[in-house]
Nanobody
């Protein structure tokens, strides 16, 4: 059974940093693209970042480019999201997600339609 367990969320002031972790189990970690989504209060879930296991490339939505960094720890089967220069608009529940089939990031991943989900970890950025 695929399991994705997020941790590291919390409350931080604007301009601060947080690192989210997603510990995975139940499958071969390097076989599927993995990344992060978020859902702000009253808004739809949106894609944030993705790592392609095929070539290690990282992808980001425009609003977090230059501020967020996604990375892997293959020894721990864990994906991280390092968030810096946080803004109040980054406030959301952050979800880890793994592609059902593909080892590369694609529109199928970005749409959230063909992914396994974690339960999420909340991040609150105060001004």
């Amino acid at each position: 059974e695929v399991q994705l367990v997020e941790s590291g969320g919390g409350r931080v002031q604007a301009g601060g940093s947080l690192r989210l972790s997603c510990a995975t189990s139940g499958y071969m970690y390097d076989s599927y693209a993995i990344g992060w989504f978020r859902q702000a209060p009253g808004k739809e879930r949106e894609w944030v970042s993705c790592i392609s296991m095929s070539d290690g490339s990282a992808h980001y939505t425009d609003s977090v480019k230059g501020r967020f960094t996604v990375s892997n720890d293959y020894a721990k089967n864990t994906v991280y999201l390092q968030m810096a220069s946080l803004k109040p608009e980054d406030t959301a529940v952050y979800f880890c997600a793994r592609d059902w089939y593909r080892n590369y990031c694609s529109e199928y991943f970005y749409s959230g339609g063909e992914v396994h989900w974690g339960k999420g970890t909340p991040v609150t950025v105060s001004s």
